[in-house]
């Protein structure tokens, strides 16, 4: 059996916030819509019926978790949640936190050419996150 690893491109694309007992999360750096990645910490896992039923059980709790925390912060018009793997077969779970009045509303989040947080940005969003996040889990 392998250890876990992050993807290489999810690593490239995503800043940490902190580590879940069983996902790690992770913030997407596009400054567009707060979206954070869940990867659960197993090796080898492309579909969530890859996990085993604990796991299941716990993911699907970490995706609440996330997105209870991602609704009192941001106040979106909608959570999206799901979990594609075309591009990353690497199970991971997207929480984005959509507006009505973003620039991509009313379609999908990804697809486009991100907006980069700028240093001085990743700071205050990482920081409720990881406050709220914190012990929670």
Same mark, same amino acid.
Request: proline fraction near 7%.
């Given at each position: 059996?392998?250890?876990?690893?992050?993807? !290489?491109? %999810?690593?490239?694309?995503?800043?940490?916030?902190?580590?879940?007992?069983?996902?790690?999360? @992770? +913030?997407?750096?596009?400054?567009?819509? !707060?979206?954070?990645?869940?990867?659960?910490?197993?090796? #080898?896992?492309?579909?969530?019926?890859? %996990?085993?039923?604990? #796991? @299941? *059980?716990?993911?699907?709790? =970490?995706?609440? %978790?996330?997105?209870?925390?991602?609704? =009192?912060?941001?106040?979106?018009?909608?959570?999206?949640?799901?979990?594609? $793997?075309?591009?990353?077969?690497?199970? /991971?779970?997207?929480?984005? *936190? @959509?507006?009505?009045? #973003?620039?991509?509303? !009313? $379609?999908?989040?990804? $697809?486009?050419?991100?907006?980069?947080? @700028? /240093?001085?940005?990743?700071?205050?969003?990482?920081?409720? +996150?990881?406050?709220? %996040?914190?012990?929670?889990?």
């Amino acid at each position: 059996m392998t250890a876990f690893a992050l993807d !290489p491109t %999810l690593h490239a694309d995503t800043i940490e916030i902190t580590t879940l007992p069983l996902c790690v999360a @992770r +913030l997407m750096n596009d400054r567009r819509f !707060p979206w954070v990645i869940l990867v659960p910490s197993r090796p #080898d896992v492309s579909e969530i019926i890859d %996990l085993d039923t604990a #796991d @299941r *059980a716990r993911l699907i709790e =970490e995706v609440a %978790l996330v997105s209870t925390v991602m609704r =009192e912060l941001f106040r979106p018009t909608k959570l999206n949640v799901g979990a594609l $793997g075309n591009v990353v077969a690497q199970l /991971h779970v997207h929480v984005i *936190a @959509r507006f009505a009045n #973003d620039g991509a509303w !009313p $379609g999908p989040a990804w $697809g486009t050419t991100p907006e980069r947080y @700028r /240093h001085d940005e990743i700071d205050r969003t990482l920081a409720p +996150l990881r406050g709220r %996040l914190a012990g929670r889990a």
